[in-house]
């Protein structure tokens, strides 16, 4: 969702990923991107994306029966499109007792707003929720990835590893693009004879800077996993009032059936049947499905006839990465409330490696701390009281004597069903083709959005966004 993706460490990250998730009185945001081809091309001027230049297609005026599966940034995305558009007999079911999906932001002692999901705007110069952040006068507040520091397993500050041989390493990995990054390090650290300690912060680093960007152990991941994105320029800001803002916008003013699980779609005939896991049935004349790729892969929902081999197959192919947090409050800094954040080499790498400062952004004393991959989903067998403990020890480690925060919170999404995982990644060994086949539709009836869907912004909430609006012209482009 990142889906929430987290950036940041002893590395400022983005210098080498190029790549990688209603209110009243809001504004409806504007339609940014052109669909062409399978609609994730958009139009290129400058540094990134940008508006379509061609005036806007005149309304629908149809009374086409849409039912749009999720109420998450891709399914309101569409919703809204589908407005602009002409449609008005628009219905989203939504499984949560809320909306927003992989975007869920929560709060922590008396009211903090706490992200548990998405948290940042990837690259804010031509970014789609950069545009609904200007038109609604939401505040943001900008991360920068260099204000960091690394603590060694014992506590004592710890270097960054050196930049010339990240040079290599990189290398190294575009010569085995086929091979996973822990085998491209094996080699790599054979080479250079690293010693044990060099291995321990060569795998901080490594979990830093892919692990924490695609939910998934670098032994799931090749150079090829991050290849392939794009990615907008300008930095990347958060929400001190929350993402939800963002889902207040698009939510207003729609037909959303909160607390309604999908449990069957049934598209055999010209009226598509949509069944709910208590009984009730919609009919449509088309479906958009925003369900995460997760409840994909687990066949949480059946569909009459199966979907096409091309992308039952594609579903199978991608993966769905685990990037858990635990958010604590504190009643006073026991860190510098300026440094943003805050890497930990423990002696087992990828394990509370990554720690956002929250008090620059909120001007309260929480830390959000995370865990990816593996690690990530093991720590879901843990009870509440039993991660607050492990987040502590960590900083404990990195800190000596440490309080008992005044709050805690931490998230499960691969537990959760109604999402199986945070967002989507590119395992070893398969093309990055991959997402354009999730992105096609299913006949005239079926259409397919969410991050899991677009072939250039995967794993991003304005990736979601975008499929949302390109599943709507999809069905726009059926009816001209």
């Known amino acids: 969702m990142s889906s929430g993706r987290v950036a940041g460490g ?50 629908a005026a149809t009374g086409e029966r849409i039912v749009i599966v999720g109420a998450g940034a891709a399914a309101l995305a569409a919703a809204d499109e589908l407005q602009i558009r002409g449609f008005h007999n628009v219905v989203l079911l939504e499984a949560r007792d809320r909306v927003g999906g992989r975007i869920w932001t929560s709060s922590i002692g008396d009211g903090i707003p706490v992200e548990l999901g998405a948290t940042w705007i990837h690259g804010v110069r031509g970014n789609p929720i950069s545009d609904i952040v200007e038109r609604n006068r939401i505040a943001t507040a900008e991360t920068d990835y260099d204000n960091a520091v690394l603590y060694d397993h014992d506590g004592r500050p710890a270097g960054p590893v050196d930049r010339a041989l990240w040079g290599e390493y990189m290398a190294l990995a575009y010569e085995m693009p086929e091979a996973s990054l822990a085998d491209v390090f094996e080699r790599f650290a054979a080479t250079h004879r690293l010693s044990d300690d060099d291995r321990r912060l060569w795998l901080h680093s490594l979990a830093s800077m892919f692990s924490h960007e695609f939910g998934a152990d670098i032994s799931d991941l090749s150079i090829l996993s991050y290849d392939g994105p794009s990615t907008f320029r300008g930095g990347d800001v958060v929400f001190p009032q929350g993402y939800s803002q963002i889902v207040d916008v698009l ?98 790498p990828g394990r509370w490696s990554e720690t956002l400062n929250l008090y620059p952004y909120l001007g309260h004393p929480v830390l959000a701390m995370f865990n990816p991959g593996s690690f990530g989903t093991a720590t879901e ?25 005044v709050d805690a919170v931490s998230t499960r999404w691969g537990s959760d069903p109604w999402t199986r995982g945070s967002y989507s990644y590119l395992p070893v060994g398969v093309e990055f083709d991959t997402y354009r086949d999730m992105a096609r539709p299913v006949g005239d009836r079926l259409f397919f959005a969410g991050e899991a869907t677009h072939s250039r912004f995967p794993s991003t909430v304005h990736g979601a966004l975008l499929s949302g609006r390109r599943a709507a012209r999809q069905i726009f482009g059926l009816l001209r």
């Open 251 to 348: 939510a207003a003013g729609r037909d959303i059936r909160l607390e309604h699980p999908v449990a069957g779609i049934d598209h055999s005939e010209p009226t598509v049947v949509v069944t709910t896991e208590s009984g009730d049935t919609f009919e449509a004349d088309r479906v958009v499905v925003t369900v995460p790729l997760g409840v994909l892969k687990a066949g949480a929902i059946p569909f009459t006839p199966a979907l096409p081999p091309a992308m039952r197959d594609a579903i199978a192919a991608l993966d769905m990465g685990i990037l858990n947090r635990t958010v604590l409050l504190f009643d006073e800094p026991f860190w510098d409330r300026d440094t943003e954040w805050i890497g930990y080499a423990g002696r087992q």
């Open 10 to 59: 002893q590395w400022p990250r983005r210098d080498f990923l190029r790549g990688g998730l209603g209110a009243a009185g809001l504004a409806a945001a504007a339609p940014l991107l052109a669909a062409c081809g399978d609609g994730d091309e958009g139009v290129r001027r400058g540094d990134g994306l940008v508006a379509d230049p061609q005036p806007a297609d005149p309304p």
């Open 381 to 405: 067998a843990y009870s509440d009281a039993e991660l607050t403990s492990r987040a502590v020890e960590a900083l404990q480690a990195m800190f000596g004597d440490v309080p008992d925060p």
